[in-house]
C-alpha cells in the first residue's frame, strides 16, 4: 500500500528518487496521513495542504543541514513521517509519543519548537545570522501560513530580515487563496522565470550599473516592481527587500521543485509565495477544513459523523452562550476575538450579533489594546483568549489595560492542562502572572454554572476582570437561565471535616472534594484568586492543623502563592501546603494522566496530604 514511503527513513533517501516518483510518493504519503490521523487524532487538514511543499523542501535542501523553520506547526506531520518518524506517528500526541508540533528534543530535523503562530521568520533570520557569523554555508527557509502573516511579529522579521540582507528563504504557504488554472500556469512560469540566474544577475548588474545615475535607477527599479506588480501581490514584501516569488501551486511538484532549485542559490532575503489547499486530496476535509482542522478519533471512509457535537457542553460552550445572552441585554457589550472564532466559542455570538463581533486576526497584542481603547468610549469589551495567548499580550494587559482601570473582561479559556496540544499551548501560568497585575480582579470557576455567574459578575465590574476556565468539560452541575452577581472576594465553604482544610481553585473542586471524603477534610471553594477571601483564610486556618492549596496552574507565585503571603501578612504560623503545577513543563499526554503525574488527581491528593500530616505528627 505504501511502497514508496516504506522506503523512506530520512530526507536523505527522499533524495535518492527520481522526480517522476515524488507524485506517486506524494499520494502515498497522503493516504498515510488520512489513515494515521483518523486512529490517533490530530491535525489534519493543514497537513494535507503542505504535502508536497514538504516533499519539495527536503528533494531541494540538505536537511538537517539546511534549517526548515516550520511556524506553528500545523503542518508538520509530513515532515516527521519523512524524517524518520512514520512508526512512531501511531502514538502521536500521547503519553510518551511524540509531539504534536515541532521540536528540537525530539528530532535533529525539528529545528526550532513552535507552537504559537508568527515565530518562525524570526528565528530563522537568527539561524540565517549565526551560520553567518561562524562562516558556515547553511540555507535557512520559514515556512509560515497566511494566518500567521496578519501578525506583527512576522513583519517586524520581515523588516528586520530585509535590513540585514540575510540569505534566506521565507515560504508564505497561502491556503485562503485561490486561482484558476490559467492564472497558475503562468505564475509557474514567471516564478521560475524570476527566480533564475540570468534575471536576477541581469537586475543586479543592471543595479550596479545604474547607481550611478540615480534618477534613471530609481526608474528602473519602479518600473521592474510595477511589471512584476501586474502579475503578483509581491509590492509589499518588495517594499521589506525581499525579492517575491509567486504566487505558485503549492500543489504542483514540477513548478514546486524547479523554483525552489533557483532560489536555494539566490543570495539575499527571498520570498516565495505558494497557493495550497486545505484538505488537498481527502474530500471531506476539503469540504470542511475548519471541522478537519484538529479531529479526534474517527472513520476515515465516513468521515467525523455528525461533527462535533453531543454530549454536556464544554466549558467554551458555556461561555459563548453567556456572551449572547449578556449581549442582548446589554448593547454595550463586544466580543473580541484573536483568529479563534471556532476554538473560543464565537460561532453563535458571529451570526447573532455580527457588528459586535471582531476578530482581529492571529495579534493577541492588538486584541487587547484594541479592547482598551473600545472601553476609552463606553464599551464593555469580552476578550475571549486562551490563557497560553495572553502572554503575548502582557504588555498591552498591564499598561493598556490594567493602568488606566478600564472594565475589560478576559475569558481565559485552556487554563490549566490541555492534554494533546502538550507545552506550547498549556495555561499553566494566568493565574501567577494575573494576580500580580493591581486593579486585575481574578475568578476560577468550579462548574458550569458558576463559569456562567462569574462571567456576568466580571461584566458587571468596573474594572479589567479575567475568568479562567479549562479546556473540555466540567462536572455537569445544572445550568441556571438566571444570571446573578456572585459576592466580589468571597468564597465558600463546601464541606466540613477536621483537621484539614482544603482550598480549592476552579477546576481543582473535584478532585478535592472527592479527596476529603477519604480524609474527612474541610474544602472551600475559593471561588476569586484575586481579591482574595482572607477572612475565611483566617477562619480556616484556626479551626484546623494543616491547610492545602489546590490549583491547576503553576505552584510558584500561583493561588497558593497569595495564600501563604496572607497567612505571613495576618502573623499565621498554620501550616501551608501547596499543590499545583511543577516548575517544569508538563509534556503532551490524555490529561487525566498528565494531571495524576503531577498528583492532581483524587489519589494524589489524598497522598499528599497524609504524608503531610504524617511529618506534622512526629
Known sequence: ??????????????????????????????????????????????????????????????????????????????????????????????KDGIAGFPKREESEYDTFGVGHSSTSISAALGMAVGAKLKGEDRKTVAIIGDGAMTAGMAFEALNNAGAMDANMLV?????????????????????????????????????????????????????????????????????????????????????????????????????????TRKGQGYKLAENDPVLYHGVSKFDKENGIA???????????????????????????????????????????????????????????????????????????????????????????????????????VFAIDRAGLVGADGPTHAGAFDIAYLRCIPNMMVMTPSDENECRQMLYTAFQQDCPTAVRYPRGTGPGVELQSTMTTLPVGKGEIRRRGRRVAILAFGSMMTPSLAAADQ???????????????????????????????????????????????????????????????PDSYVEHGDPALLLAGCGLNTEGIVNRIQARLAALDQ
Not at 506517486?24 to 487524532?41: I, M, N, P, Y
Not at 473560543?344 to 493577541?364: C, Q, T
Not at 487587547?368 to 498591552?396: H, N, W
Not at 505552584?555 to 502573623?571: D, F, H, K, P, V
Open 519 to 581: 480524609l474527612d477534610a474541610t474544602v472551600a471553594n475559593m471561588r476569586f484568586v484575586k481579591p482574595l477571601d482572607k477572612t475565611l483564610i483566617k477562619q480556616l486556618a484556626t479551626e484546623h492543623d494543616l491547610l492545602v492549596s489546590v490549583e491547576e496552574g503553576c505552584i510558584m507565585g500561583g493561588a497558593g502563592s497569595a495564600i501563604a503571603e496572607a497567612l505571613y501578612q495576618a502573623g499565621i504560623a498554620t501550616p501551608l501546603l501547596q499543590l499545583g503545577l
Open 171 to 275: 515560504i508564505l504557504n497561502d491556503n485562503e487563496m485561490s486561482i484558476s488554472p490559467n492564472v497558475g500556469a503562468l505564475n509557474n512560469y514567471l516564478a521560475k522565470l524570476i527566480s533564475g540566474k540570468f534575471f536576477n544577475s541581469v537586475r543586479k548588474g543592471g543595479s550596479k550599473l545604474l547607481e550611478a545615475v540615480p534618477p534613471v535607477h530609481e526608474f528602473v527599479r519602479r518600473a521592474e516592481e510595477h511589471t512584476k506588480g501586474m502579475f503578483t501581490p509581491g509590492t509589499l514584501f518588495e517594499e521589506f527587500g525581499f525579492n517575491y516569488i509567486g504566487p505558485i501551486d503549492g500543489h504542483d511538484l514540477d513548478g514546486l521543485i524547479p523554483t525552489l532549485q533557483n532560489l536555494k542559490n539566490l543570495e539575499g532575503p527571498q520570498f516565495l509565495h505558494i497557493v
Open 1 to 94: 500500500m505504501y511502497d514508496l514511503l516504506n522506503t523512506i527513513s530520512c530526507p536523505a533517501e527522499l533524495r535518492k528518487l527520481e522526480r517522476r516518483q515524488l507524485k506517486q510518493l506524494a499520494d502515498e504519503l497522503r493516504e498515510f496521513l488520512v489513515e494515521s490521523v483518523s486512529k490517533t487524532g490530530g491535525h489534519l487538514a493543514s497537513n494535507l495542504g503542505s504535502i508536497e511543499l514538504t516533499i519539495a523542501l527536503h528533494y531541494v535542501y540538505n536537511t538537517p543541514e539546511d534549517r526548515l523553520v516550520w511556524d506553528v506547526g500545523h503542518q508538520s506531520y509530513p515532515h516527521k513521517i519523512l524524517t524518520g518518524r512514520r512508526e512512531a506517528m501511531s502514538r502521536l500526541r500521547m
Open 306 to 408: 455528525g461533527g462535533k457535537t453531543g454530549g454536556k457542553p464544554t466549558y467554551t460552550q458555556i461561555f459563548g452562550d453567556w456572551l449572547c445572552d449578556m449581549a442582548s441585554q446589554d448593547s454595550r457589550l463586544v466580543g473580541i476575538t484573536p483568529a479563534m472564532r471556532e476554538g473560543s466559542g464565537l460561532v453563535r455570538f458571529e451570526k447573532e450579533h455580527p457588528d459586535r463581533y471582531f476578530d482581529v486576526g492571529i495579534a493577541e497584542q492588538h486584541a487587547v489594546t484594541y479592547a482598551a481603547g473600545l472601553a476609552c468610549e463606553g464599551m464593555k469589551p469580552v476578550v475571549a483568549i486562551y490563557s497560553t495567548f495572553l502572554q503575548r499580550a502582557y504588555d498591552q494587559l498591564i499598561h493598556d489595560v490594567a493602568l488606566q482601570n478600564l472594565p475589560v
